[in-house]
């Protein structure tokens, strides 16, 4: 079996020399990160810059064209054993992605019982858990139609917390919210990382990376720019295209 260069258990990703293209174009030049057990990875940048590439590689949805890709020590780059994270990570979109025809404990019971195949009774204790954790007890029976937008996606959230993931990635999970709405998942998220979860964010909220993030990594075309501490890339960024970004986010 394969075995990762590095013997550190520390690490949950690494990904070593990544490249990614679609058809002429190249989104990820020699991409090279880690992400410690437990940290929070805030992945920042223009529109277009790859980052939003680099969170799909690192959970699986994408395939590299080069590098290396581990995940809880598996190499996803050997195709043949990608399939061994799933049902470890969990993912949260832009978009919610709930069923309309169901309640809000629906969608966070249905993978339970069609993929982890658990009991009625024993997904619906889960489910409930998972609500509570997100600050939605008193929703579990609106449809989405009957929740915000906001309150939608802590449910999309809660759905990926009650299959009990060890790594989350949020991929812009706040974007397509009305401003007033974005706090409450802040929150959720901020919560989280309070008590140790693994977490890869691209975001484009910088107080939650400055506050929030262990690492911040500024991509821009494809490549990785500037990284390291919050304190480091927010207060004293070394390079130009950083500097241009943060002033323009601010």
Known sequence: MTTPASTSGDFQIE???????????????????AVKRGEVLCLIGASGSGKSTVLRIMSGLEAADGGEVWVNQVPLHDQRRAKEIRGHIG?????FNLFPHKTALG????????VRKLSAKDAEARGRDALAKVGLSDRADNYPSQLSGGQQQRVAIARALAM?????????ATSALDPELVGEVMQVMRGLAAEGMTM??????????????DHVVFMDGGVI????SPDTVFDNPQNPRTQQFLARSR
Do not use: C, W, Y
């Open 200 to 213: 890869v964010v691209v975001t484009h909220e910088m107080r939650f990376a400055q506050d929030t993030g």
């Open 15 to 33: 990904l070593r020399h990544v490249a990614k293209s679609f058809g002429p174009t190249t989104v990820l030049r020699d991409v090279s990160l």
């Open 107 to 114: 969608n966070v019971t249905l993978a339970l019982t069609k």
């Open 164 to 172: 009990e993931p060890s790594i989350m990635f949020f991929d812009e």
């Open 225 to 228: 720019v500037e990284e390291g």
């Open 91 to 95: 993912m949260v979109f832009q978009q």
